[in-house]
């Protein structure tokens, strides 16, 4: 009885199995769709470290211009924040007082050099009439030193016309360097004095410049152990790039001219109490 049933459960499962290999348009309810694989390859790469530090941009080469003779500013003849080049004349101080002390000091020079010829013909004449016994010895050594004397006056002379020279030179204020010129610190009129040094602007080359920035010491410390642990690489000092980002927002001073003329006073009032 057992082994009938099992029989007619395969008759009854033939014609099933038939059908599907008959109509090749059916499909299996229980058959899922093939999946959508992506597929990646996975490899080292090296990848640059970056860290933002903030900076300060310094002037490459800075000169402060100074006076260097005494004397009432005549004029100035450069534009504030203008781009000059070294040897530009910047200040103009009164050469009327300097002109005259070079003009004495060419004087001094000529009575220097008169004196000179005179003490060194009569150190020439002692010389010979020593020998004929026609002078004393004391008198041609006399004359020697004369000489000398009048050797040193005259260098002294003609070192003073060279530093009066300089002087007059020196009123004519130039830049000592190529750059961008600040805010004067002195206007036309003003007295400048060469003992104290007076301060008139100051030269500035930005082009190149100097930016100056510092890291944290644990930021420092924290790059040094990755170095170390192998963790990354470190690389020669002149490989490193540097990329300057300046802020979107900062405070700016302005300076502007404006007439008098067309101002309106009006007093102020105190209410009575």
């Not at 090296?46 to 003779?69: C, D, H, K, W, Y």
């Not at 005494?70 to 300097?98: H, W």
């Not at 009048?150 to 002379?157: D, F, G, N, P, V």
């Not at 690389?235 to 001219?257: D, F, W």
Request: include cysteine.
């Amino acid at each position: 009885m057992k082994s009938q049933f099992i029989f007619s459960l395969f008759l009854a499962a033939g014609p099933l199995l038939s059908s599907c290999r008959d109509d090749g348009s059916a499909q299996d309810p229980m058959m899922m769709p093939e999946p959508e694989v992506t597929v990646t390859t996975v490899r080292g790469e090296e990848i640059p470290v970056t860290s933002n530090l903030p900076g300060r941009m310094e002037a490459f080469l800075q000169a402060e211009v100074r006076a260097r003779v005494t004397g009432i500013i005549q004029e100035r003849f450069y534009q504030e924040g203008q781009n000059v080049k070294q040897g530009d004349l910047l200040f103009k101080i009164e050469p009327e007082p300097l002109q005259a002390a070079l003009d004495e000091c060419k004087a001094a020079l000529d009575r220097a050099q008169a004196v000179l010829t005179d003490a060194q013909d009569k150190a020439k004449r002692y010389s010979a009439l020593v020998s004929k016994g026609a002078v004393s010895g004391r008198e041609h050594t006399q004359s020697v030193a004369e000489e000398a004397r009048a050797r040193a006056e005259y260098a002294a002379a003609k070192a003073a016309l060279e530093r009066a020279r300089l002087d007059l030179e020196y009123t004519n204020v130039t830049a000592p360097i190529s750059g961008r010129v600040r805010r004067a610190l002195v206007t036309k009129g003003a007295l400048v004095d060469q003992n104290g040094f007076t301060h008139l602007t100051t030269v500035e080359q930005i082009d190149p410049i100097y930016v100056r920035f510092s890291s944290p010491a644990s930021q420092r410390s924290r790059l040094r152990r990755a170095i170390l642990s192998g963790l990354w690489k470190e690389i020669p000092l002149e490989e490193i790039k540097v990329r300057l980002c300046s802020p979107t927002e900062r405070n700016t001073r302005i300076r502007a001219i404006s007439s008098s003329r067309t101002w309106r006073w009006t007093p102020a009032r105190t209410p009575l109490k």
